[in-house]
């Protein structure tokens, strides 16, 4: 048995290889080749842009994949959806789908886009939007650039954007956000009610949480007197109670803990001021809840 599964190729990439690294899966790719070799020998892998995806997942060509939420609405994808997972190409966040005009346009709001053009790669669902909100629009596929055309080529775009920079940049400005979006891993209907299919994949969605999580905290772990264990646990955040062990000497403890790692440069001084010695810090592969 194989299962298929469809990583995205192109900004989602490497961000993939690298959380599926930490989750135990070694992809490798060859310059120009869109066959990955996986050290897994029950899966096989394939790069497909992240655009077309869910079609192929949907159509049985893929058992599972790694796309957009926004390109499963686009196609109106019928596919099951394991695990959202807040990642991008540039950090652990979603992105938006967001309606944009010129700085100087006199376009205020998503109702004076009546009887404009519009200008998105995010053609379907679009449409689908305005069409809710009784708004006739043109809407037209854009092949790229898309920041570039208002006011010339269109009067208002729907573009992706993850921090705005780009759009800026462009002197556009954002009259409405219309889909905010995050990376997901969808699987074929049928292949999800095989059993083995299913076991695999639901290993495949554990790992990839639990790597994902890893990503943004850390493990501390240091010695606390007993008579201060008090004092150092009640600054102590942590996803359970934190592990307490007992050391040779019977006036310390061990005290090991899971953190936020953006909390770490703030908690170590007053760990240290409520009595604690030796802490270490140290990456996680995989948090499982």
């Given at each position: 048995?194989?299962?298929?599964?469809?990583?995205?190729?192109?900004?989602?990439?490497?961000?993939?290889?690298?959380?599926?690294?930490?989750?135990?899966?070694?992809?490798?790719?060859?310059?120009?080749?869109?066959?990955?070799?996986?050290?897994?020998?029950?899966?096989?892998?394939?790069?497909?842009?992240?655009?077309?995806?869910?079609r192929y997942v949907e159509d049985g060509v893929l058992d599972v994949g790694i796309t957009g939420l926004d390109w499963v609405l686009e196609q109106d994808a019928?596919?099951?959806?394991?695990?959202?997972?807040?990642?991008?190409?540039?950090?652990?966040?979603?992105?938006?789908?967001?309606?944009?005009?010129?700085?100087?346009?006199?376009?205020?709001?998503?109702?004076?886009?009546?009887?404009?053009?519009?200008?998105?790669?995010?053609?379907?669902?679009?449409?689908?939007?305005?069409?809710?909100?009784?708004?006739?629009?043109?809407?037209?596929?854009?092949?790229?650039?898309?920041?570039?055309?208002?006011?010339?080529?269109?009067?208002?775009?729907v573009e992706v954007t993850e921090t705005g920079a780009s759009l800026k940049a462009n002197s556009l400005r954002i009259i409405e956000t219309i889909l905010e979006s995050e990376t997901v891993l969808i699987a074929n209907k049928s292949a999800w009610k095989d059993g083995w299919k299913k076991r695999k994949m639901e290993n495949i969605t554990i790992l990839l949480r639990g790597a994902l999580l890893a990503e943004e905290k850390v493990g501390l772990k240091m010695n606390v007197p007993k008579k201060k264990l008090e004092r150092v646990i009640a600054i102590l955040p942590s996803l359970q109670t934190p592990t307490i062990s007992n050391l040779s000497d019977e006036r310390w403890v061990a005290v090991e803990v899971i953190i936020d790692e953006d909390r770490v440069r703030e908690l170590i001084p007053e760990l240290i001021r409520a009595g604690a010695h030796g802490l270490v810090e140290y990456p996680l592969n995989k948090v499982i809840p």
């Open positions: 048995m194989k299962l298929k599964i469809g990583l995205p190729k192109g900004s989602l990439q490497e961000s993939t290889f690298k959380l599926f690294k930490k989750a135990g899966y070694n992809i490798n790719v060859r310059e120009r080749s869109y066959v990955p070799v996986i050290n897994d020998p029950e899966i096989e892998c394939l790069l497909i842009r992240a655009q077309e995806m869910a019928q596919v099951v959806e394991l695990v959202r997972l807040k990642y991008g190409k540039v950090g652990f966040r979603g992105v938006k789908w967001v309606v944009a005009v010129p700085v100087n346009s006199s376009i205020k709001t998503i109702k004076d886009l009546n009887g404009k053009k519009v200008a998105t790669e995010l053609v379907s669902f679009t449409k689908r939007y305005f069409k809710q909100r009784g708004i006739h629009a043109e809407v037209e596929f854009s092949w790229g650039a898309t920041e570039v055309k208002p006011p010339l080529l269109a009067d208002a775009i």
